[in-house]
């Protein structure tokens, strides 16, 4: 009895693919393919695992879907997939920038956000009585009483601004290490980027089974 061994073929998939309108997905455009025999892995790569769309929406293409088109297409090969078990596809146009419009955004994202931040201390330090704090800090230093000593705004001021740019940056750090680490913010915006692509998925699995 002869025996054929198998090639062995791993393939990592991505977690999530941007592709555009009307255009094909292959296996080495969301996932690294490793196999001793180069041959194989560059057929493996070259397989068409999702057919392109005309219109924009968002999709994905499973594990086993993947197995199963390798499979169809080459014979004695032991696939593993390995990284996430789906791939999110984006299916969008290219979009034309208008600098002007991108510089309104930002401008208003700015405008927003310095106010609301202003009016947020403000509200909080009237909460706490912030004023009679500032009495009982300058009395203290300077041995005088004095009703709203506006002096003291500008320290604390500045040190509302130094704090809140230590607290979101890592560029005061002594260690290139620690500044090479994302800050809270940056945090933030991937656990929620994260969770709306995983919402997505489930949505378009639910969808899927649901048919």
């Known amino acids: 009895m002869i025996v054929i061994d198998k090639e062995q073929v791993y393939i990592n998939l991505e977690t999530k693919y941007s592709v555009d309108l009307n255009t094909h997905v292959f296996i080495e455009d969301v996932a690294q393919v490793y196999c001793n025999n180069d041959g194989i892995k560059k057929k493996v790569e070259k397989i068409r695992i999702y057919n392109g769309k005309?219109?924009?929406?968002?999709?994905?293409?499973?594990?086993?879907?993947?197995?199963?088109?390798?499979?169809?297409?080459?014979?004695?090969?032991?696939?593993?997939?390995?990284?996430?078990?789906?791939?999110?596809?984006?299916?969008?146009?290219?979009?034309?920038?208008?600098?002007?419009?991108?510089?309104?955004?930002?401008?208003?994202?700015?405008?927003?956000?310095?106010?609301?931040?202003?009016a947020a201390i403000v509200n909080f330090y009237e909460d706490v009585n912030m004023s009679k704090s500032m009495e009982k800090i300058y009395f203290t230093i300077?041995?005088?009483?004095?009703?709203?000593?506006?002096?003291?705004?500008?320290?604390?001021?500045?040190?509302?601004?130094?704090?809140?740019?230590?607290?979101?940056?890592?560029?005061?750090?002594?260690?290139?290490?620690?500044?090479?680490?994302?800050?809270?913010?940056?945090?933030?915006?991937?656990?929620?980027?994260?969770?709306?692509?995983?919402?997505?998925?489930n949505d378009l699995k639910k969808q899927k089974n649901s048919q």
């Open 54 to 118: 005309d219109k924009e929406m968002y999709d994905y293409i499973s594990g086993n879907e993947v197995t199963t088109k390798v499979l169809e297409a080459i014979d004695n090969i032991d696939i593993t997939i390995i990284g996430g078990p789906d791939v999110l596809l984006e299916i969008k146009g290219k979009e034309e920038e208008n600098k002007l419009l991108n510089f309104f955004k930002i401008t208003l994202v700015i405008l927003v956000l310095f106010f609301g931040a202003a």
């Open 142 to 201: 300077t041995g005088v009483k004095k009703d709203n000593p506006l002096i003291l705004t500008i320290p604390l001021s500045l040190g509302t601004g130094l704090g809140m740019f230590a607290f979101f940056s890592r560029i005061f750090s002594f260690s290139k290490r620690r500044r090479q680490e994302p800050g809270p913010m940056e945090l933030e915006l991937y656990l929620y980027d994260k969770d709306i692509e995983d919402n997505i998925l």
